[in-house]
């Protein structure tokens, strides 16, 4: 009869090839849902900054400084990429936690791991990569902001 402690069987799961494929797979996947993300949200603004091309000149001949360009961009911007973070986050978190549990009930996994509570666990690393996609965000929507700024400057309205 063998005796096996919680900390062994916890090591034993960790080790498994297929969870730690599995947990690859998902830092690629988060790589990559974060460029797709940041390319797709800059791929509305140019989107936006097309349809608004006219409205940007003219705020820029009436006088417009900066700050007032930087905070209409942002406002464009932001505003629906927060919305979608957020819906985002809360689907994350249902989803997970109800995979979690999901994944726990398998008959395969009937172990001494079974005994874990399953709860919902925000590590700190969640809490910097969501630090991550929203200082990430914003300064895209800065930058994007910024060459606004500097692009309706020195174009002309016939352009537009």
């Known amino acids: 009869m063998e005796i096996h402690s919680l900390p062994q069987e916890v090591a034993k799961v960790g080790s498994d ?3 730690s494929l599995a947990l690859a797979n998902m830092r690629i996947y988060l790589v990559g849902g974060l460029t797709l993300a940041l ?3 800059l791929a509305i603004a140019m989107a936006n900054y097309r349809e608004d091309r006219r409205t940007l000149g ?3 001949i009436r006088g417009a400084s900066p700050a ?3 905070r209409f961009v942002l406002a464009m911007l ?3 990429a927060l919305v979608g973070l957020t819906l985002g ?3 994350a978190i249902l989803a997970g936690y109800g995979l979690a549990n999901y994944v726990w009930k398998l008959r ?3 172990t001494v791991v079974q005994l874990l509570p399953t709860r919902l666990v925000v590590s700190l690393l969640t809490a910097w990569i969501a630090l991550l996609l929203v200082v990430l965000l914003v ?3 800065n930058g994007f902001s910024w060459w606004v700024y500097r692009h309706t400057a020195h174009r002309s309205m016939q352009d537009a």
Do not use: K
């Open 17 to 19: 090839m297929y969870i």
């Open 39 to 41: 390319v797709a949200i």
């Open 58 to 60: 003219l705020l820029r």
């Open 68 to 70: 007032d360009m930087r």
């Open 78 to 80: 932001l505003s629906p």
């Open 89 to 91: 986050a809360a689907s």
């Open 108 to 110: 395969e996994i009937r």
């Open 139 to 141: 300064g895209v929507a």
